[in-house]
């Protein structure tokens, strides 16, 4: 029986459609990685206690909070040049009947460097009575700048924080249930290019005047000329105080010394 034949490129042949199928089950995965990932939940529940573990947000969320009187409530957001955020907090506070006092809260804000940020506008600090429901907090930030000194404290892009504390209540409502509910808005405007150019002076002009020597008046030049070189004596440089008081000097020096060469050498003629 004569044996069958098999061309030498068939084994490739196979491997190769093996190799094929064995890539196909991959394709799934990878199209689905070129997907665009699902957008985050509109509202942030959750806070972190420390600079370390801030729950990242961006301008536009959401945060809703539950969370207990006396807690470091920590966010973070990212700010770009020429951006101005403002942050709207309001804190939901036990019934009147578990409290003991009336209760102080503060909103900070800090840059990536730990630097507290002013407010510009707003309530940064409130107090709520022992009998309030609800506590509003708002804070305006200074426009971030694109480019600032070293030494300055100008808020530059990047990463900043917001820290929610209570810091005035008594201590028997440390540990009460409260509810946050936070929310960032930022204003795009200019983002002050390095190459800008100023509108207006700094210092505007209290004296200006022109800078150009004056022109002398050609008619009562010659006149003047010749009424200061018209005598002789005008024309001497006559030489200053100072050297006629030294020329005196001088010579009163030379007669005192010739006198007393006089004194001291022929005595007799003198008292004789």
Not at 97 to 108: E, I, Q
Not at 136 to 160: K, M, N
Not at 195 to 220: H, I, M, V
Request: net charge neutral.
């Amino acid at each position: 029986m004569r044996g069958i034949t098999r061309h030498p490129l068939a084994g490739l042949t196979g491997l190769a459609g093996l190799a094929f199928l064995a890539c196909l089950p991959m394709a799934g995965p990878a199209a689905a990685d070129d997907t665009p990932s699902p957008s985050p939940s509109a509202t942030v529940g959750t806070a972190g206690t420390s600079f370390l573990t801030a729950t990242a947000m961006d301008p536009g969320q959401q945060v809703r909070v539950s969370s207990s009187t006396g807690d470091y409530l920590y966010w973070s957001f990212d700010a770009a040049a020429g951006e101005t955020d403002r942050l709207a907090i309001t804190i939901t506070l036990p019934t009147g009947a578990s409290r003991h006092g009336p209760a102080t809260w503060t909103v900070d804000v800090f840059d990536g460097l730990r630097r507290r940020q002013p407010c510009t506008a707003g309530s940064q600090t409130a107090t709520a009575a022992t009998g309030a429901a609800t506590l509003a907090l708002h804070c305006l930030l200074r426009q971030v700048r694109s480019w600032a000194d070293p030494w300055s404290d100008e808020p530059l892009p990047g990463t900043y924080y917001v820290r929610l504390s209570a810091t005035g209540l008594p201590d028997q409502d440390l540990g009460l249930p409260v509810q946050t509910d936070l929310s960032i808005t930022a204003k795009k405007g200019d983002a002050q290019p390095d190459n800008a150019r100023l509108k207006a002076p700094l210092s505007p002009e209290t004296d200006a005047g022109s800078t150009a020597a004056p022109q002398a008046d050609s008619s009562a030049a010659p006149s003047a000329e010749a009424e200061r070189t018209g005598h002789f004596w005008n024309r001497i440089s006559w030489p200053s105080t100072r050297w006629w008081w030294t020329i005196g000097g001088g010579l009163l020096a030379a007669l005192a010394g010739v006198g007393g060469y006089r004194l001291a050498r022929h005595p007799r003629r003198w008292f004789s």
